[in-house]
């Protein structure tokens, strides 16, 4: 059973930036970030994939958060620039270690509040 831990949440201003951390206690294949804002459901935000390190992003981050991983730390990034209010949510971090396949290991969440 893998376990990930995740850190780096916080409050900063609109156009600030932050980067969240999500450490797994074994290897994983693919990691990935999805938040959850207040009242609304969870949603992907950035994955990285596979041994090719394919990302993929959601449309409302592009250009602005950058997904990456340290394969020798076991450990996913996320470098999110140009924050917005709406960004306003908790990330969890997910992981896989199979592919094709859902995501199997989940974080407990770290809270990101963007004040305008």
């Known amino acids: 059973q893998v376990q990930l831990v995740e850190s780096g949440g916080g409050l900063v201003q609109a156009g600030g930036s932050l980067t969240l951390s999500c450490a797994a206690s074994?290897?994983?294949?693919?990691g990935a970030w999805f938040r959850q804002a207040p009242g609304k459901e969870r949603e992907f935000v950035a994955a990285v994939k596979g041994s090719g390190g394919r990302t993929y992003y959601a449309d409302s981050v592009k250009g602005r958060f950058t997904i990456s991983r340290d394969n020798a730390k076991n450990t996913v990034y996320l470098q999110m620039n140009s924050l917005k209010p709406e960004d306003t949510a908790v990330y969890y971090c997910?992981?896989?270690?199979?592919?094709?396949?859902?995501?199997?290991?989940w974080g407990q969440g770290t809270q990101v509040t963007v004040s305008s």
């Open positions: 997910a992981a896989k270690a199979v592919e094709p396949g859902p995501y199997e290991y």
């Open positions: 074994g290897r994983t294949i693919s």
